[in-house]
């Protein structure tokens, strides 16, 4: 097969694969969050409401699509799109087995990190195009909260890079054969806790929801969307969140490494992306929202100064231990 | 001097940043129920709030004039729908006095049992849809949430056993209580007080040992001792700005004076203060329940018994304020009687009413997230505010 063929077929199997992942992992995380406060979940659509991500999207597409009078129309109609394209492309350079990805680019999580922050466009764009004043506020709150929690993300991701000596992703999962990164004495833990914390921030889940703070802002920059373009609102807020969670699986957790044969691959890095996506889901459904000055706060003062410092104590270990310098 | 402004509206001097008028309400997830406030906001910032209220007027006071006093209680529920029990026990009691009518014994600590009862369920309540505020629909507030109404079924469940309602009860009557405990209520009762009891103080653990709670508690709207009095607030409130004042203690009703237990004061005046007050409200609460249980005498539970008309209970002329503590502070009723079977006026004091006038004077200067989080640690219900 010539090499563009591959090219074009690759990314399509990867995106539809996101797709289906992303659809189903709502239905994940309602049954988790319903367990965690003594409900059961979806139950009614399909043997244990196996088919409600599938009626829940056949009801979005069915429904009436709102603009607002006073809307802002191209930016109003374009935003989902600008929002969703970063956070499905983030995908791209994410290694699923040995040599099985889209492209395994040499600079691969400086381009997740790059891309992933341009996700703040699209919700600007959303929250300034709706002209709504709850929807105006959580464009500036998310300006605040990408730009300050995005820092703080790529230090913590940088660990494992220099742990690694690579910025390549199969680099990175390559090399911790022997070890994974998340079972390093004492940098790995605490850059696995700034990861998750980071991480919850920069996907603006709860506790830093603010953007979306919906007993304050009612539904934040997606206040006027309806319909199709609330859900692929919907579809680039939860692929994202997976992509971090894939991310993190393949920072922390040796990616594709498990017993089994070679093939199992893939199967455990889903799995270990699950459990990263649990995680976060399990801090989401615990705490309180955070408010907006105690966030800058948090981030600046606190998780700033500390990522910082675990990373430069990386390098000094990571020089302390190589031979020969 | 006084300090209270003369209208709801309260705005913060100028400094020269550029403002923007918010509407909030009354349509809004967390106007529990039909609060406008219209904020003006400097950014994050709070700088002024125009407070309304009015959405839910359903002419009570009114309505209570064209209907009897054996059929009214059953309508008072409807004020204070969170705390049902505490309205009809305010109505009652006015009446009572008027007509200076005996409550046999039995029948006072059944409504004791009942108001206490139904303190624990609406403070239960409140916690869920406060933490709901603060935390969302969609994370952690949720949580406690679902937790509080699972315990609070448990005391429904108790009232639709006693009363064959969950909401709106009718229970309380002129001269008594009109249904007495049925068979097997007692044990039931106190197996869900043990249950309850525990629960607290898993949640306690849950909220307390949660940094994210407390900081967005502690230091919060806070409410002086002096303006808590100067404005006229009452229950959990002002005892949280450090005013020992429980109606239960300073003016005893209906048997209170044969219970032990503590009033909760705290000095703090914010948010955590009251959320504090109420904790310990709980446990106060089913202290009660259980002393009133165990102490419960036998005989009568109405000094009128069979009812054979509507219209049968008329009470000479006169007039009276009964007030009673409930869950969201002084409930009030002040009735004047013209010796027929209906009274001639009728006025309600409600506690949420008084309490919400608290808002434009700790609002300003807060964030927006934190507008949410005081009028939670309010506790309105606007069926009580509007009437």
């Given at each position: 097969?010539?090499?563009?063929?591959?090219?074009?077929?690759?990314?399509?199997?990867?995106?539809?694969?996101?797709?289906?992942?992303?659809?189903?992992?709502?239905?994940?995380?309602?049954?988790?969050?319903?367990?965690?406060?003594?409900?059961?979940?979806?139950?009614?659509?399909?043997?244990?409401?196996?088919?409600?991500?599938?009626?829940?999207?056949?009801?979005?597409?069915?429904?009436?699509?709102?603009?607002?009078?006073?809307?802002?129309?191209?930016?109003?109609?374009?935003?989902?799109?600008?929002?969703?394209?970063?956070?499905?492309?983030?995908?791209?350079?994410?290694?699923?087995?040995?040599?099985?990805?889209?492209?395994?680019?040499?600079?691969?999580?400086?381009?997740?990190?790059?891309?992933?922050?341009?996700?703040?466009?699209?919700?600007?764009?959303?929250?300034?195009?709706?002209?709504?004043?709850?929807?105006?506020?959580?464009?500036?709150?998310?300006?605040?909260?990408?730009?300050?929690?995005?820092?703080?993300?790529?230090?913590?991701?940088?660990?494992?890079?220099?742990?690694?000596?690579?910025?390549?992703?199969?680099?990175?999962?390559?090399?911790?054969?022997?070890?994974?990164?998340?079972?390093?004495?004492?940098?790995?833990?605490?850059?696995?806790?700034?990861?998750?914390?980071?991480?919850?921030?920069a996907e603006n889940r709860a506790p830093f929801d603010i953007l979306e703070a919906e007993s304050e802002l009612v539904a934040g920059f997606r206040v006027e969307y309806s319909g199709m373009k609330f859900a692929i609102i919907q579809l680039g807020e939860y692929a994202h969140v997976i992509g971090a969670s894939f991310l993190g699986a393949l920072l922390f957790f040796g990616a594709w490494a498990g017993p089994g044969p070679e093939w199992m691959g893939p199967i455990w890095f889903l799995l270990k992306a699950m459990v990263v996506f649990l995680l976060v889901t399990w801090v989401r459904w615990s705490f309180v929202r955070i408010r907006v000055d105690q966030m800058l706060a948090l981030s600046w003062k606190a998780l700033l100064p500390a990522?910082?410092?675990?990373?430069?104590?990386?390098?000094?270990?990571?020089?302390?231990?190589?031979?020969?310098? | 001097?006084?300090?209270?402004?003369?209208?709801?509206?309260?705005?913060?001097?100028?400094?020269?940043?550029?403002?923007?008028?918010?509407?909030?309400?009354?349509?809004?997830?967390?106007?529990?129920?039909?609060?406008?406030?219209?904020?003006?906001?400097?950014?994050?910032?709070?700088?002024?709030?125009?407070?309304?209220?009015?959405?839910?007027?359903?002419?009570?006071?009114?309505?209570?004039?064209?209907?009897?006093?054996?059929?009214?209680?059953?309508?008072?529920?409807?004020?204070?729908?969170?705390?049902?029990?505490?309205?009809?026990?305010?109505?009652?009691?006015?009446?009572?006095?008027?007509?200076?009518?005996?409550?046999?014994?039995?029948?006072?600590?059944?409504?004791?049992?009942?108001?206490?009862?139904?303190?624990?369920?609406?403070?239960?309540?409140?916690?869920?849809?406060?933490?709901?505020?603060?935390?969302?629909?969609?994370?952690?507030?949720?949580?406690?949430?679902?937790?509080?109404?699972?315990?609070?079924?448990?005391?429904?469940?108790?009232?639709?056993?006693?009363?064959?309602?969950?909401?709106?009860?009718?229970?309380?009557?002129?001269?008594?209580?009109?249904?007495?405990?049925?068979?097997?209520?007692?044990?039931?009762?106190?197996?869900?007080?043990?249950?309850?009891?525990?629960?607290?103080?898993?949640?306690?653990?849950?909220?307390?040992?949660?940094?994210?709670?407390?900081?967005?508690?502690?230091?919060?709207?806070?409410?002086?001792?002096?303006?808590?009095?100067?404005?006229?607030?009452?229950?959990?409130?002002?005892?949280?700005?450090?005013?020992?004042?429980?109606?239960?203690?300073?003016?005893?009703?209906?048997?209170?004076?044969?219970?032990?237990?503590?009033?909760?004061?705290?000095?703090?005046?914010?948010?955590?203060?009251?959320?504090?007050?109420?904790?310990?409200?709980?446990?106060?609460?089913?202290?009660?329940?259980?002393?009133?249980?165990?102490?419960?005498?036998?005989?009568?539970?109405?000094?009128?018994?069979?009812?054979?008309?509507?219209?049968?209970?008329?009470?000479?002329?006169?007039?009276?304020?009964?007030?009673?503590?409930?869950?969201?502070?002084?409930?009030?009723?002040?009735?004047?009687?013209?010796?027929?079977?209906?009274?001639?006026?009728?006025?309600?004091?409600?506690?949420?009413?008084?309490?919400?006038?608290?808002?434009?004077?700790?609002?300003?200067?807060?964030?927006?997230?934190?507008?949410?989080?005081?009028?939670?640690?309010?506790?309105?219900?606007?069926?009580?505010?509007?009437?």
């Amino acid at each position: 097969m010539p090499g563009w063929v591959v090219s074009l077929i690759a990314p399509f199997i990867v995106l539809n694969a996101i797709l289906g992942i992303v659809t189903y992992v709502t239905l994940l995380e309602r049954k988790f969050a319903a367990r965690m406060q003594s409900r059961v979940g979806p139950y009614r659509v399909g043997p244990h409401g196996l088919l409600q991500p599938i009626a829940d999207a056949i009801k979005l597409m069915m429904k009436e699509d709102v603009v607002p009078d006073a809307a802002d129309r191209p930016v109003y109609n374009l935003a989902p799109i600008v929002f969703l394209i970063p956070c499905m492309l983030i995908f791209a350079t994410i290694p699923f087995a040995p040599g099985l990805g889209v492209a395994d680019l040499n600079i691969g999580i400086l381009f997740f990190l790059a891309v992933s922050a341009m996700e703040i466009v699209g919700l600007f764009m959303a929250g300034w195009g709706s002209n709504n004043k709850y929807a105006l506020l959580s464009a500036m709150r998310a300006v605040n909260q990408v730009i300050s929690y995005d820092l703080p993300f790529i230090f913590a991701a940088l660990v494992p890079v220099l742990l690694a000596g690579s910025l390549r992703l199969s680099d990175i999962a390559a090399a911790q054969a022997g070890l994974w990164f998340v079972f390093y004495p004492v940098i790995g833990q605490l850059a696995f806790v700034a990861f998750i914390v980071s991480t919850v921030a920069a996907e603006n889940r709860a506790p830093f929801d603010i953007l979306e703070a919906e007993s304050e802002l009612v539904a934040g920059f997606r206040v006027e969307y309806s319909g199709m373009k609330f859900a692929i609102i919907q579809l680039g807020e939860y692929a994202h969140v997976i992509g971090a969670s894939f991310l993190g699986a393949l920072l922390f957790f040796g990616a594709w490494a498990g017993p089994g044969p070679e093939w199992m691959g893939p199967i455990w890095f889903l799995l270990k992306a699950m459990v990263v996506f649990l995680l976060v889901t399990w801090v989401r459904w615990s705490f309180v929202r955070i408010r907006v000055d105690q966030m800058l706060a948090l981030s600046w003062k606190a998780l700033l100064p500390a990522t910082l410092v675990l990373l430069i104590g990386t390098a000094v270990v990571v020089v302390w231990r190589t031979p020969g310098v | 001097m006084s300090t209270v402004a003369p209208s709801t509206r309260v705005e913060l001097d100028y400094t020269g940043s550029e403002r923007l008028t918010m509407n909030m309400g009354p349509q809004h997830p967390s106007a529990h129920g039909v609060f406008r406030a219209i904020l003006t906001l400097e950014g994050e910032e709070v700088v002024g709030i125009d407070a309304m209220i009015g959405y839910l007027h359903r002419c009570h006071e009114k309505l209570a004039e064209t209907l009897t006093y054996a059929q009214y209680p059953s309508i008072a529920s409807k004020t204070d729908y969170v705390a049902a029990m505490t309205s009809e026990f305010a109505y009652v009691r006015a009446a009572e006095m008027i007509g200076k009518i005996e409550v046999p014994k039995r029948a006072q600590y059944l409504r004791v049992i009942a108001a206490e009862l139904q303190r624990v369920a609406s403070h239960l309540l409140w916690l869920g849809t406060w933490c709901l505020d603060m935390g969302g629909a969609l994370g952690g507030g949720a949580t406690v949430f679902l937790y509080c109404i699972r315990e609070r079924e448990f005391i429904l469940d108790l009232f639709e056993a006693l009363v064959g309602a969950r909401l709106l009860y009718g229970f309380y009557q002129v001269g008594g209580v009109r249904y007495d405990l049925p068979p097997g209520w007692t044990d039931t009762c106190r197996e869900t007080v043990d249950f309850i009891d525990r629960r607290i103080d898993e949640y306690q653990r849950m909220l307390e040992e949660n940094p994210f709670f407390l900081v967005r508690t502690q230091g919060v709207g806070v409410v002086s001792r002096e303006l808590a009095q100067e404005v006229g607030l009452s229950g959990p409130l002002v005892r949280g700005s450090g005013v020992n004042y429980d109606l239960r203690r300073t003016d005893p009703y209906s048997s209170y004076e044969d219970f032990d237990f503590r009033v909760p004061v705290e000095t703090g005046g914010d948010c955590f203060a009251r959320y504090r007050v109420r904790m310990v409200e709980f446990r106060e609460s089913l202290t009660i329940v259980r002393q009133a249980l165990e102490k419960l005498p036998e005989g009568p539970i109405s000094s009128r018994p069979g009812l054979k008309s509507v219209a049968q209970i008329r009470i000479p002329k006169g007039e009276a304020y009964a007030r009673v503590e409930g869950a969201r502070g002084e409930v009030g009723c002040y009735l004047i009687a013209d010796g027929g079977p209906k009274p001639y006026r009728m006025k309600w004091r409600g506690a949420s009413f008084s309490n919400l006038a608290i808002l434009p004077h700790i609002i300003p200067g807060h964030k927006v997230a934190d507008v949410v989080a005081i009028m939670g640690s309010v506790d309105p219900v606007f069926g009580e505010v509007d009437r």
